[in-house]
Structure formats: C-alpha cells, structure tokens
C-alpha cells in the first residue's frame, strides 16, 4: 500500500513538480524508489531523517 | 511497446479478510501498471453493494433475506475468528493503528487506479439485484464468457 500511496501522489504532479516521501528502512525504501522510476519517476535524493526514517524526493 | 501484465481477481468468499488481501493484491498490482480487473461474485458481491449496511434489497423475499443478513462492506463477517461479528472492527483498529490501509481505504485505491470493477450476472440475478444497487464504479456485469476475455493471456487469483 505504500507504493499505491505514493503513486497516487505521484499522478497529481505536473511534469517537474517534485514530491518528498518518507519511507521505512526495508521493504518500503527498497521497492518504492524502484518501483517509481520503473514507472518513469525520477528518484533525485535519499536520506536518512531520523532512525529507520528516510527522506525520498521524487521528481516527475 | 510493451505489452501491459494482466492480473484478474475473482472475488467470491466476501470475508473482511480475504477481501482485504483481494484489494491489497489488486491496489500493489494497478500501482506498478498492471491492468487489473475484479469479478465480485456470490458473497464478493457483497463487498459492492451501494449501501455498506444491512438493506432490504433484491426482489422477492427470499432475496431480501439473503441481502438483509448478508449486508454489505460494512458487514463483511472475518473467515475466522469473527466473534460474532466482532473481529472485523477490531482488526480495523489494529490496522489503523499500525497504520495500514483498511478495507475501505483499500477499495478508494483501487476505484483512483481504476481498477476494472465487475459485478457476477448469475450472482445478481439470483440475489435479485440490479446495477443500481451496486457502487457506481462497478464497470459492468458480466458472466464467464466475459471475464474469460477480460482475463485473458494474464493470472487469474479466485479469493
């Protein structure tokens, strides 16, 4: 459900527009970033925020 | 251009539970571009209804019966444990608090991925229904031969 949130986020944004995320260590951080630019998205940074806590900035 | 993965989901028990895996599976597939198509038949109906409450829907009495025990998403019974109808609004809880997404968050998704929603004909008409009495987002209803078209050349899951 965390990619089906992100994605639906994602589809609002006009072309340029960026979009941050913030993502649990494991499964999410490692399939929504992927599953993103397979789909075109561009992933611009990833960092840790606190924790298992990170900080995803995407861009279509 | 390549060719879009398929996934069809026939939706027949209409337990809280399998009905949240069915839409988890559906959301996750339409989220990463597959083409997704749902067949709500038998109790999945149920998960379709417009009214999420007990009604007395359906045409004659028995049907009415049937609909007005059977409810409709607000009502759908857990495939164990269900503690006389207890459990489902128990496991909501535990899911909101571990923030998942619940049944009704999960059903959202898929109408905003545009997930193929699909009412079972035979099923309808037994129950004494009509398209009215579903959600608006039901495309269509169909029967087998349909569906075998719609599912075709991807994976089919019967929950």
Redesign the interface.
Known sequence: ?T???A??ELEKLAAGDQLEVFLSEGEPLQSVPR?AA??GYKVLEVTQVEGSRYRVLFEK | MTEKKKLSLICFSGDFDKSVAAF?LA??A????YDVNMFFTFWGLNIVKSGRRRSLVGRGPLARAFNFLAGGSGNLPMSRLNFMGASPGLMSRMMRKRN??TLE??VQ?AK??RVGLYACEMSMNILGMKQPDFIPEIKDVIGVPTFLKLSEGGETLFI
């Open positions: 459900m990619f089906v949130k994605r639906l599953s397979e789909q | 988890t959301t996750g339409a989220a990463v571009n998942v997404a968050q999960l998704a905003d991925l």
